[in-house]
């Protein structure tokens, strides 16, 4: 891979897109003040070099009946121990949707079932010596009915989340309006969120590192603490906060959220540090844990894409069986 140095720009451009992949070449252009086609060349160029590895689609999994979220962080992993041994057993917990890699640990995000959360000294025990951290949260209902014309929407958006509405109304035999307004609702509703993976390897050759923070907080002090992150870090943000995985989650014991997740970008390790400790320094806080890959990130979207069919199949078999009573 040809090695080349990110600007601010390009930067710029990778937190919009980072923050909506669907976002057109004219807007992130205003926004960055260069022109449509300087944008367009920019952001091929960083696909090209493997900086933006792909765009990718994120579905509420609410939808498809999951309670919960666990974060899930597995330190001192042995060499020996193979990979898929690891997922295979992590596999029991609940359905594994993202995975970073890092230095003799792993991070994952599963989604699980309300029973799941009780499994998590099993699996403890299972992948000893390693050292296992969770971190549960519950999702927050959805008040949308989700059509059969809604899942072909997300099956086209899975395959590529940056199609034209003219080409899903095409491949579905839906109307654009119909396409749009669908669209329109289920992003109002977060149902569906766009987003960008990076390699973060291509990151650091380029002069950037990205890394995730999980900030433990007191309840009480989560607004403030929010707060003064956007005051005070708002030129290191990658994402919003909380929008590790772009869409509501509440990690909480009750009703008052007690962690923090946010996504960073800086220049050097020194920055990364400082962050840290800056973090850590705030009221209320009681553990700042960072997560920075060393090789890979990988988005399980074909986890995604069989909960449609078979909600697509469901779906179809139950009008059949309704039509077939009436008639």
């Known amino acids: 891979m040809q090695e080349t140095?990110?600007?601010?720009?390009?930067?710029?451009?990778?937190?919009?897109l980072a923050r909506d992949c669907r976002t057109s070449y004219k807007n992130i252009a205003f926004a960055v003040g260069i022109t449509p086609i300087a944008t367009k060349k920019r952001i091929n160029k960083m696909v090209s070099n493997g900086v933006i590895r792909r765009f990718a689609t994120v579905i509420n999994p609410v939808i498809f009946?999951?309670?919960?979220?666990?974060?899930?962080?597995?330190?001192?992993?042995?060499?020996?121990?193979?990979?898929?041994?690891?997922?295979?057993?992590i596999s029991l917990l609940g359905d594994i949707?993202?995975?970073i890699k890092e230095l003799e640990?792993?991070?994952?995000?599963?989604?699980?079932?309300?029973?799941?959360?009780?499994?998590?000294?099993?699996?403890?025990?299972?992948?000893?010596?390693?050292?296992?951290?969770?971190?549960f949260g519950s999702y927050s209902p959805v008040n949308v009915r989700i059509h059969s014309s809604d899942l072909e929407i997300m099956k086209c958006l899975l395959s590529?989340?940056?199609?034209?509405?003219?080409?899903?109304?095409?491949?579905?035999?839906?109307?654009?309006?119909?396409?749009?307004?669908?669209?329109e609702v289920m992003r109002e509703k977060h149902i569906l969120q766009f987003t960008i993976l990076t390699d973060l390897s291509s990151m650091k050759l380029t002069g950037f590192i990205e890394f995730v923070v999980l900030i433990r907080v007191h309840a009480t002090y989560h607004q403030n603490?929010?707060?003064?992150?956007?005051?005070?870090?708002?030129?290191?943000?990658?994402?919003?906060?909380?929008?590790?995985?772009?869409?509501?989650?509440?990690?909480s014991f009750g009703h008052q959220r007690e962690l923090?997740?946010?996504s960073f970008c800086c220049a050097n390790?020194?920055?990364?540090?400082?962050?840290?400790?800056?973090?850590?320094?705030?009221?209320?806080?009681?553990?700042?844990?960072?997560?920075?890959?060393?090789?890979?990130?990988?988005?399980?979207?074909?986890?995604?894409?069989?909960?449609?069919?078979?909600?697509?199949?469901?779906?179809?078999?139950?009008?059949?069986?309704?039509?077939?009573?009436?008639?």
Not at 65 to 89: P, R, S
Not at 289 to 318: C, F, G, P
């Open 225 to 251: 603490l929010v707060q003064r992150i956007y005051n005070e870090m708002q030129e290191y943000l990658f994402h919003p906060l909380d929008d590790l995985l772009l869409y509501p989650i509440n990690y």
């Open 65 to 89: 009946g999951y309670e919960k979220e666990c974060i899930l962080i597995v330190k001192n992993i042995h060499k020996t121990i193979a990979e898929q041994e690891i997922f295979k057993k």
């Open 260 to 262: 923090v997740a946010a």
């Open 160 to 183: 590529d989340p940056r199609m034209r509405v003219e080409d899903i109304a095409k491949d579905t035999s839906l109307s654009t309006k119909t396409v749009a307004r669908r669209l």
């Open 269 to 327: 390790i020194s920055t990364v540090n400082s962050i840290l400790r800056r973090l850590e320094s705030y009221d209320g806080v009681n553990k700042v844990e960072s997560i920075m890959a060393t090789s890979e990130t990988r988005i399980y979207q074909e986890l995604l894409k069989s909960k449609i069919d078979k909600r697509i199949t469901s779906q179809k078999y139950l009008s059949s069986a309704i039509t077939k009573k009436d008639t």
């Open 105 to 135: 640990a792993a991070s994952f995000v599963l989604f699980v079932r309300d029973e799941s959360e009780g499994k998590i000294g099993i699996l403890t025990e299972l992948l000893k010596p390693a050292e296992v951290d969770s971190i």
């Open 97 to 99: 949707f993202l995975y």
């Open 5 to 16: 140095r990110l600007d601010s720009i390009d930067l710029q451009i990778i937190r919009l």
